[in-house]
Nanobody
């Protein structure tokens, strides 16, 4: 499966952005989906994930209460609504996919998108 992330941009602190990730290819399968980010000079970190059914969501502590992950299984897309953005949220955001039911969704992703840049100015 190929993943295409979009929706990044430049926003002021306190603002909002909505990232989208649209898979193509073997979309007949339902994937667990995750969002990760990598700031300049740092390693890639987990941000949020949602199970294939949508029944389970996970967030890293720093975004809880500000970010919300959701999915549309008809459109086979996943979204990351980011509110109350902070300068420390500045990073390249990647979406990722993995198969499996009842598996951990914080890591172990097999498919990755190309990334979309989010810049939050102070």
């Amino acid at each position: 499966v190929q993943l295409q992330a979009s929706g990044g941009g430049l926003v002021q602190a306190g603002g909002s952005l909505r990232l989208s990730c649209a898979p193509s290819g073997r979309t007949s399968r339902t994937y667990n989906m995750g969002w990760f980010r990598q700031a300049a000079g740092k390693g890639r970190e987990f941000v949020a994930a949602i199970s294939g059914s949508g029944g389970t969501t996970l967030y890293t502590d720093s975004v809880k209460g500000r970010f919300s992950i959701s999915r549309d299984n008809v459109q086979k897309s996943v979204y990351l609504q980011m509110n109350s953005l902070k300068p420390e949220d500045t990073a390249v955001y990647y979406c990722a996919a993995k198969l499996g039911v009842g598996v951990g969704i914080r890591s172990g992703y097999d498919y990755w998108g190309q990334g979309t840049v989010v810049t939050v100015s102070s």
